[in-house]
Nanobody, 124 residues
Framework: QVQLVESGGGLVQAGDSLRLSCAAS????????MGWFRQAPGRERNLVAA????????YYPDSVKGRFTISRDNARNAVYLQMASLKSEDTAVYYC?????????????????WGQGTQVTVSS
């Protein structure tokens, strides 16, 4: 099991950048692939970035490709989401999640451990 705590959310303007951090604890972190999800009010939770256990592989949906970058530091038990060129439609609660596999997974149901979320609001 992995315990996760997100930080770094806030209110920014369109076009700004923001970096989210996820602090992890638990022995399984370094062998788990990780994902960042977001959920806007009234909408389902969607994956915005995923990274394999080693950091060698990443995945982004088209909606954020080229603007978001996921990275991890296994020595620090942390995962990051660097967001650039933010848009109003990026406004959501962002969640960090851990899967019980080292390979990238794209489905929400494949992630078993979740943080509490951090709010990102982008004003236009």
């Amino acid at each position: 099991q992995v315990q996760l705590v997100e930080s770094g959310g806030g209110l920014v303007q369109a076009g700004d950048s923001l970096r989210l951090s996820c602090a992890a604890s638990g022995r399984a972190f370094s062998t788990s692939s990780m994902g960042w999800f977001r959920q806007a009010p009234g909408r389902e939770r969607n994956l915005v970035a995923a990274i394999s256990w080693s950091g060698d592989s990443t995945y982004y949906p088209d909606s954020v490709k080229g603007r978001f970058t996921i990275s991890r530091d296994n020595a620090r038990n942390a995962v990051y989401l660097q967001m650039a060129s933010l848009k109003s439609e990026d406004t959501a609660v962002y969640y960090c999640a851990a899967a019980r596999t080292g390979s990238i997974v794209r489905y929400t149901t494949s992630y078993y451990d979740w943080g509490q979320g951090t709010q990102v609001t982008v004003s236009s």
